[in-house]
């Protein structure tokens, strides 16, 4: 009786572990944060502008910054198998986790090839095109191209935003976590109103627009 006792706890306990399971974080190393930017030799993201960024989990403005595996492992459980459900929601192949910035903003290194077309296309002179009236020629992202898609997951109440961008030759993938007040929120800030409800698609709209200028810097500096 006690070895199936064990064993039932030994599954339990490498369930737990797998919902946790996410891809392995860089190990080239370089990665910085200063204030509400994080950045390597090759890229540099400015999250906040020139305003305050707070943690999503506590509002505390000493920003969580994860960039190991040792870190991610020593988050609060909640908000580790949180962001993992995230990564596993994103079709890519992920070739690593660079960062976790504030508990809602990532940044990923992934493969040159993938099958997931994008939404929207920012090309290199500033134009916007959605994708489902302009189709891309071909999946392998050029250089000076900004490819974005939205994960709308309504039952959260939540949106994944993901901007592809090249810099260096290297592919990398941006990732804002939007999220409402809802059950599966460990987060202590939410949005208020219903951000996948049709009603309020200007606003979202506009949040999207100031988060876009944030990926086109990026990939623009």
């Not at 939205?150 to 810099?167: A, C, G, T, Y």
């Not at 999220?179 to 202590?188: F, I």
């Not at 709209?205 to 623009?220: D, F, H, I, P, R």
């Amino acid at each position: 009786m006690k070895r199936v006792i064990s064993l039932c706890l030994l599954i339990c306990c490498l369930v737990s572990c797998a919902r946790y399971s996410v891809p392995s974080f860089s190990n080239s190393g370089g990665w910085w944060q200063r204030d509400n930017s994080v950045g390597n030799n090759d890229l540099k993201v400015d999250f906040g502008g020139d305003g305050l960024l707070a943690n999503a989990s506590n509002g505390d403005y000493d920003l969580n910054f994860i960039t190991s595996q040792a870190e991610f492992e020593a988050y609060e459980p909640k908000l580790a198998k949180y962001l993992a459900d995230v990564v596993r929601s994103i079709p890519l192949n992920i070739k690593s986790i660079d960062a976790i910035l504030a508990d809602e903003y990532l940044i990923l290194s992934i493969e040159p090839i993938n099958t997931w077309v994008p939404d929207y296309v920012r090309r290199a002179d500033g134009a916007i095109l959605t994708v489902q009236a302009n189709p891309v020629a071909n999946l392998v992202q050029p250089k000076g191209e900004l490819w974005r898609n939205l994960i709308i997951n309504k039952s959260k109440r939540q949106i994944i935003v993901v901007d592809r961008l090249v810099k260096n030759d290297k592919h990398y993938a941006i990732v804002y976590i939007l999220q409402s007040e809802s059950k599966s929120s460990p987060y202590s800030i939410n949005v208020q109103y219903d951000i996948t409800n049709p009603r309020n698609i200007q606003t979202v709209g506009t949040w999207l627009e100031a988060l876009m200028k944030t990926s086109v810097n990026a990939l623009e500096n």
